[in-house]
Structure formats: structure tokens, C-alpha cells
């Protein structure tokens, strides 16, 4: 049940003209129950308060940056991390990496790669999660792009590091990246199709990009059948990886089942709901596959890479 109306700062009624403007500001931070905000609005009826009420103005949905409600944490849990992530495009692999007399542009373009699907995924989740309250419309269309940003995050995350892993197989790895793009296209279709994204559909979605994750496991069983167990530990640092999609799994369990606000509804409004550990989850997540990638780069340019040149 729903509970009543709360945390509701209500306009300061005064005769003046500071007093007005005083008013006025307080007006711009009013943060709105459930019950108050429009039916599109209406997304995760556990979340009770501290909404920010349909506004029309993008101007107002900026500022919403600058004071708390229930989407603050969601909007800088990845508008920070996907600041560095931008900056990692062109300086990581430059000042952080080892180079190797083998280092070529291909490896500083994979990490580049995987920095942009980073990036981009993350800002444009936290834009979407800034923008959401202007309108039905913008809200409809953030969300199909924060979708699509979740989708280039997979396609470069395992672009990236199947270049490393089957690095002397390029036919299996041309076979394996077009299978990741054969995949990541039908999640679009699932994200962008309007038919889809009726509640309805939810933990399908869910499911779709589970499985998009998981279709990791086939170039891993193919790299056991050729080359060994233990060689594909070695070559993709596969725990990083492993860790990666056990992070993103247990987010996207938690994001469908909306754990832990249904098992308190109205305690996790600001803080804690189930999107916001889903947003932590991703950043960690993209810290491990990064972490990997490093792995992979130097176990190749030491090992794979040097008996190929002997080969
Ligand atoms: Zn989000």
C-alpha cells in the first residue's frame, strides 16, 4: 500500500518580492510523491517519493543536477565513471600500458574501442536518467538511447577482447565478432521497437540481454576446443571476464526483480533502489573487462603473438 504524501517542500507563501524569489527557488526543488506524478511517470511503484515532476523544460532538467531525488545517484553513478572512461579513449593505452616491439596501432585502437562503448554507454545513461522527467516523449526516446548504449558497451567490451583471445584464428574471430553483431542487432530491435518496451515485456528484455552477454560463452567453448582450457584462462585473463558477466548478471536480476525497494517500498527512494546498485554494478563490471583487456594485450604480445612471429 502506498503511503501518504511525504517529503514534499512546499512553496514558502510570502508578500515581498525576496520572499517571492525565495519561493521561486524552493518551487524548482519540489520533489513530488507518487501519487502526484503523471501515469507515464509511474515506472517502479516501490520508489514512493522524491520525484521530480514532469517538467517541459530542459533548462529544469539540468538543474534537478544540482539538488536530490530519486534520480540523482542514477545520473552520476555513470556521468562521472563515463567522464574518465571518455578520457581513457586517448590516454589509456598511451601512458598506462607497456609497449611491446610488437605493439601496433591495432592494440591502442582496442582499448580505444572499448573505452568509447564504455563511455558512451554511461553518458548516455546518465543523460537519459537527467532528461527523463521533461517529457513522455523525451523520457520515451532517452530510454531507447540508454538501451542502445548498453548494447555498444557488450559489442566493444567483446570486440576487443576477442581480437586478443583469438588472435591466430582470425577466421573463428571474424565468425565470432559477426555473431556478437548479429546479436547486438536483434537487441536493438528489442530496445528501439516500441512493442517491446511495455512493462510487460520487462524481464524479457532483461533476458535478451543476459543471453546477448552470454553469447561470450561460445567463442570460450570454441577457444577450449582448439586450444586448451588453460591457454584460454591465459589469453582472455578469463576471471576478469568471468567476474564481468557475473556483475552485469546479477545487476540485470536485480533490476527485473527491483530488489531490494519490494521487500521495503518507500525506504530505498533516494537511496539504494535497485537501478542505482544496477548502475554500480555496470561501472565495476567495465572495470573488470578493462582489466582483462590488460591482461589479454600483455599475455599476448608475450606469448601468442611472439611464437606466431617463430611459427
Ligand atoms: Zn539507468
Redesign the pocket.
Known sequence: MLRSRTNIKTPTVTSNVIGSNISHKMETKKLYHWNDIPEWQKDNHYIFSGYVKETLSYLECLRSLTYLHNESV?IYT?LLPGTVFFGGIFWFFEYYMEYFPSTTWQDQFAFSLFSFGAATALTL?SC??CLKSHSECVATFGNKL?YLGIIILIITSMVSILYYSLIDLPGIRNFFWGLTMAFGAVCSVFSLNDRFRTNKWRPYRALMFVLFGLSGVFPIIAGWWILGGEEVFRRSDLWWVIAEGALYIFGAFLYAARVPERFAPGKFDIWGHS?QI??VLVVIAACCHGRGLMGAYLYSHHYTIPSMLMA
Request: no cysteine.
Open positions: 542514477n555513470h545513461s537519459f536518467h540508454d537501478h544496477f548502475h
